[in-house]
């Protein structure tokens, strides 16, 4: 079961690293409600032509949930993408996704003082060493440029969106027992309601840029993969091992993000890329190894 949750959980955040750097290539090619739009009308689609025998199976449970199903795709879906992608425009995918780094922070914090969920003294070891290979990688090795980074509008957006994250990660702990299938789709069709208003907006303010074919590249991408498949893993990692563990995984979202950045921006693999690798991955496993054990 771990083996399997770490495999969901690793996926996702490659994929959500992903997500980051496409949010920063979409800049003049798709706006920010626009993607975010036609990403989950898309993601709806595929949904209705490949997974609508089992929907109805679970129709009743459904509309038994459907509000709750709707805020899962509001929140967790629209709204922090929707803050995600406006927030690349005004700030660094460094930054981006180093304040993502805050979200397992967050969990914590709300897991204990909602329902006095413990962390052990290694869990936060852990999430120190994983935050060190984090600020590594967003130093590019040396430390004391983290002094440098400016903090501005969209810094501010990111970390509402990583509040909006961690909130949501914590609410999964109601989400109702039905196929993966069921649970991924009702969302989304509430991602792709809740987007409309953000587009009206967006338009109205003359902003909204439909996208050109590097734009429809970025929207497949985060239609199919970001969207479907990273919210499947998402949630079904929580499901096997629970959000104060699987929250950890998001400190490898950085190290991900500064990869696919090397193979699509073209900037050059450094020895401190190592190192970050192996602290984050270090820091999981002593989270991992001593977390606290049932009783």
């Given at each position: 079961?771990?083996?399997?949750?770490?495999?969901?959980?690793?996926?996702?955040?490659?994929?959500?690293g992903?997500n980051?750097?496409?949010?920063?290539?979409a800049?003049?090619?798709?706006?920010?409600?626009?993607?975010?739009?036609?990403?989950?009308?898309?993601?709806?689609?595929?949904?209705?032509?490949?997974?609508?025998?089992?929907?109805?199976?679970?129709?009743?449970?459904?509309?038994?949930?459907w509000?709750l199903?709707?805020l899962?795709?509001?929140?967790?879906?629209?709204?922090?993408?929707?803050?995600?992608?406006?927030?690349?425009?005004?700030?660094?995918?460094?930054?981006?996704?180093l304040?993502?780094?805050?979200i397992?922070?967050?969990i914590?914090?709300?897991?204990?003082?909602?329902?006095?969920t413990p962390?052990?003294?290694?869990?936060l070891?852990?999430?120190?060493?994983?935050?060190?290979?984090?600020?590594?990688?967003?130093?590019?090795?040396?430390?004391?440029?983290?002094?440098?980074?400016e903090?501005?509008?969209?810094?501010?957006?990111?970390?509402?969106?990583?509040?909006?994250?961690?909130?949501?990660?914590?609410?999964?702990?109601?989400?109702?027992?039905?196929?993966?299938?069921?649970?991924?789709?009702?969302?989304?069709?509430?991602?792709?309601i809740?987007s409309?208003?953000?587009?009206?907006?967006?338009a109205s303010?003359?902003?909204?840029?439909?996208?050109?074919?590097?734009?429809?590249?970025?929207?497949?991408?985060?239609?199919i993969?970001?969207?479907?498949?990273?919210?499947?893993?998402?949630v079904?990692?929580?499901?096997?091992?629970?959000?104060?563990?699987?929250?950890?995984?998001?400190?490898?979202?950085?190290?991900?993000?500064?990869?696919?950045?090397?193979?699509?921006?073209?900037?050059?693999f450094?020895?401190?890329?190592?190192?970050?690798?192996?602290?984050v991955?270090?820091?999981?496993?002593?989270?991992?190894w001593?977390r606290?054990k049932?009783v």
């Open positions: 079961m771990n083996r399997r949750a770490y495999f969901y959980l690793c996926v996702t955040t490659f994929l959500w992903g980051s750097v496409a949010g920063k290539l800049i003049g090619h798709v706006s920010p409600m626009m993607l975010t739009t036609l990403r989950w009308l898309i993601a709806v689609v595929i949904i209705i032509a490949f997974m609508t025998p089992q929907i109805r199976r679970d129709w009743a449970q459904i509309k038994a949930h509000l199903l709707f899962y795709g509001a929140a967790g879906f629209t709204l922090f993408n929707a803050l995600l992608y406006t927030a690349v425009g005004y700030t660094s995918v460094i930054n981006v996704v304040e993502q780094a805050g397992p922070m967050l914590f914090v709300m897991n204990f003082a909602l329902f006095r962390a052990s003294p290694a869990q070891v852990g999430f120190g060493v994983t935050l060190l290979g984090v600020l590594v990688t967003s130093a590019h090795g040396d430390l004391t440029s983290l002094l440098e980074l903090f501005n509008f969209g810094d501010t957006l990111m970390l509402m969106a990583c509040l909006v994250y961690a909130v949501y990660t914590v609410a999964l702990r109601w989400k109702p027992v039905m196929h993966w299938q069921s649970f991924i789709a009702a969302p989304a069709l509430g991602a792709l809740s409309l208003p953000l587009l009206w907006w967006e303010a003359g902003r909204a840029i439909l996208p050109d074919a590097t734009g429809w590249a970025i929207v497949l991408y985060a239609a993969f970001p969207s479907l498949m990273s919210q499947v893993l998402w079904r990692g929580v499901e096997l091992i629970g959000p104060n563990r699987a929250g950890l995984f998001i400190n490898a979202i950085p190290v991900f993000g500064m990869l696919l950045s090397i193979v699509l921006v073209g900037e050059t450094q020895p401190f890329h190592f190192v970050a690798i192996g602290l991955l270090s820091g999981i496993a002593i989270a991992e001593g606290p049932p």
